[in-house]
Structure formats: C-alpha cells, structure tokens
C-alpha cells in the first residue's frame, strides 16, 4: 500500500521567514496531493491541492511543488506570520487519502 | 450549506459503555469517510462509504466498532464496548469522488472528542 511520510515533524520560524515541508510517497500511480492546515482544536481544512499533471501550483504566499520521478512534493510557505502556526498534513490519493503524520509549525513574532 | 454536521462535539463516557458517533455529510456528496485522530497514531482513515455502501473498512480497530450510513444524509460510528485506549477525536468527512479532478476536496466536520474514562 501507499507509505507517505513527511518531514520535519515540528518546523520554527520568525515572522516573515520562509517555510518549507516535504512529503515522500511510494505509490507511482498516486494522482492527487492536497495539504491541509489543522489549528489547534480546530478541524483539517484543504489550503492547497495539485494533480500530477502539474509541476507546481501557488496560492498568494503558499505553494506546492511536485517531483513526480523522486516522489516528492513539498509546500512552501513564504513571508510566514503568526496565524501560519498550525499543523500541516500532507496526504495522497491511491483509493483513498493516506495522511502524512503532519507538521507542527510555530512562528515566532 | 454547512458543511459537515457532527454530534456530539464531546463525549466523555465510562469503560464499556456504548458510544455512538453521529455525521450528517454536504448534500450531494457521495463519499464518507471516518477517520480517528490521536497524538500517538495521527490521522487514520477507519472506513469509508460510497452511495451509502461501505467499501474499505480496513482501518476499524477491532470488532468494537461498527458504521452505518442508513441513507445518502446520515452515519453512525459506534464503538460498543468502549475502552480508554478508544479516546481520541473522530472527525467524518465528505467528498464527491476522491482524486477525480475538479470538486473533489474533501471536507472535514468539527469533530467528536471522545474521552473513555
């Protein structure tokens, strides 16, 4: 089955600095790989989605990148502010969505 | 529409009691989805539906727990005995076909934190 794992598991940053979280799958035929963004006590929310006929995508100061022949696909996060701490899933589609085990991510003002 | 619907939001219960996990999905989604989230295990996708009808169930922990989905607007997570290794937050989720392209984001309700004394 799919095996997706992410990294870091916990991610500190300044205000303004950039961020950057990469996720590796072992499923070639994997189609789709959202992120979502869970805060604290709240529910996983999609922030961002590509498919594997692009090789990037971006949304204001988020982005997602795809490395189809290594596997990988990582989201950046530029010009980071206090409301970006949260925790960050990847996930990959084969049959159903597999979850990295997430990020925590902390700015510090 | 208000997206994903979950009761109870908490649920605090004692060893071997029945609990019961409710979710009413967006309307004209036709996927469901349980899933459990605890520090220890992240997020684990316990079973999921398709036009009302259970296609994976693979992720159930054990013969404790059981889901339904009696129709395209309704399901039920039911844990029966419940144990303290069961507490943990059950979010249900809804999507129109997963992976498809287009509209296929899946949405998360609030959540049910579930505490097994």
């Known amino acids: 089955g799919e095996n997706v794992e992410q990294h870091p598991s916990t991610l500190s940053v300044q205000e303004g600095d950039s961020a950057v979280i990469k996720c590796t799958y072992s499923d070639s035929a994997s189609n789709y790989f959202p992120w979502y963004k869970q805060e604290l006590g709240k529910r996983p929310q999609l922030i961002i989605d590509?498919?594997?006929?692009?090789g990037e995508k971006k949304d204001q100061r988020i982005a997602v990148t795809l490395n189809k022949t290594a596997k990988h696909f990582s989201l950046h996060i530029t010009e980071t502010q206090p409301e970006d701490s949260a925790v960050y899933f990847c996930?990959?589609?084969?049959?159903?969505?597999?979850f990295g085990k997430g990020t925590k991510l902390s700015v510090k003002p | 529409d208000a997206g994903v619907i979950q009761s109870p939001r908490h649920e605090v219960t004692e060893m071997g009691q029945e609990v019961t996990l409710r979710c009413k999905p967006i309307s004209g989604h036709d996927y469901l989805f349980w899933y459990r989230q605890t520090m220890m295990r992240g997020l684990e996708l316990l079973i999921y539906?398709?036009?009302?009808?259970?296609?994976?169930d693979s992720g159930m922990p054990e013969d404790r727990f059981s889901a339904k989905m009696p129709n395209a607007s309704f399901s039920t997570l039911k844990i029966q005995p419940s144990e303290p290794r069961d507490s943990a937050v059950y979010f249900c989720?809804?999507?129109?076909?997963?992976?498809?392209?287009?509209?296929?984001?899946?949405?998360f309700g609030p959540g049910t934190r579930l505490t097994v004394l």
């Open positions: 590509i498919r594997s006929n692009v």
């Open positions: 539906f398709n036009n009302n009808v259970p296609i994976d």
């Open positions: 989720a809804s999507s129109f076909l997963p992976g498809a392209g287009g509209t296929d984001t899946q949405y």
């Open positions: 996930a990959v589609y084969q049959g159903n969505l597999i």
